[in-house]
């Protein structure tokens, strides 16, 4: 695996843990300040993770 999608993945996994079952907006703030900058990772795929997140799910499969 490439070392920045590790590190996606690895950010993705803690705050998933963290902020499990809370609001889609928390969430959201979360990931932008958190995950380290990718190139190709736009807001709408961050929505979706904060979503997935928001319902109890860890969407980075670690």
């Known amino acids: 695996m490439h070392d920045t ?3 996606l993945f690895r ?3 803690g ?3 963290r902020f499990a079952g809370q ?3 928390v969430v959201m703030e979360a990931l932008l300040r958190q995950l380290p900058k990718a190139p190709g ?3 709408t795929e961050l929505r979706k993770i ?3 997140i928001s319902v109890g799910r860890d969407p ?3």
């Open 5 to 7: 999608e590790e590190a």
């Open 11 to 13: 950010a993705v996994h």
């Open 15 to 17: 705050i998933a843990g």
């Open 23 to 25: 609001p889609v907006p």
């Open 41 to 43: 990772l736009e807001v």
């Open 50 to 52: 904060a979503e997935e």
């Open 60 to 62: 980075s499969g670690l």
